[in-house]
């Protein structure tokens, strides 16, 4: 039976959804098509119409994650600049919901294991957030991308530790100790009163 062009991409859709969200909660390795497609609700048989393999999902979710994070990124530096994005970035309500949350942090131990394609598609976006944080800083900063990597990296392993720890108090103490790191590789050299 064949269904409507409408039909076809509102299921893709779905399945991008739920896999997103899966992939982020659960891991890649432990999210079954299976599990996928029935939260989707859609039936095993619906996936391949729309993908090759699991592997060329976990490729278009990654992309589209990276590309949503990109907006986001792009959005906060437009409205508050890079200290409120590291802040908005490491909060309670992001460690909460990784569902939700920055891909990097949900998936990146699993990225690293993906195939070569995967890992270089990543690689791309992620130049692409660096770019966008690098630009943002302030001008006397000698070497702008090397520290907007400094950023990345602080944010997105402060946000794994803060949802890797039990107890309320030292996840918050991470947090707020990753967002001051952050925020003091924002400093140029020399920059007494910080930013």
């Not at 600049?81 to 908005?88: H, V, W």
């Not at 392993?157 to 030292?170: H, K, S």
């Not at 100790?177 to 910080?194: K, S, V, Y």
Request: hydrophobic share 40%.
């Amino acid at each position: 039976m064949r269904y409507e062009k409408g039909r076809k991409d509102a299921s893709r859709g779905r399945i991008m959804e739920v896999a997103t969200e899966r992939f982020r909660c659960d891991g890649i390795a432990a999210s079954g098509l299976a599990k996928i497609m029935s939260d989707a609700g859609l039936t095993n048989g619906a996936f391949y119409p729309h993908f090759q393999s699991k592997a060329a999902l976990v490729r278009e979710t990654v992309a589209a994650a990276l590309e949503d994070q990109s907006d986001q990124i792009r959005e906060a530096l437009a409205s508050g600049g890079l200290t409120m994005a590291i802040d908005a970035y490491l909060s309670a309500a992001h460690r909460d919901n990784p569902g939700k949350g920055c891909a990097s942090a949900a998936l990146l131990p699993e990225i690293a294991r993906e195939p070569a394609e995967t890992r270089q598609l990543y690689t791309e976006r992620l130049l692409t957030l660096v770019r966008q944080v690098s630009a943002d800083l302030p001008p006397r900063i000698s070497d702008p991308e090397s520290v907007a990597f400094g950023i990345f990296a602080t944010l997105i392993g402060a946000l794994q530790l803060a949802r890797a720890v039990e107890g309320t108090e030292l996840s918050h103490r991470i947090l707020a100790a990753g967002a001051d790191a952050a925020r003091t590789l924002m400093q140029p050299p020399g920059d007494e009163e910080g930013v």
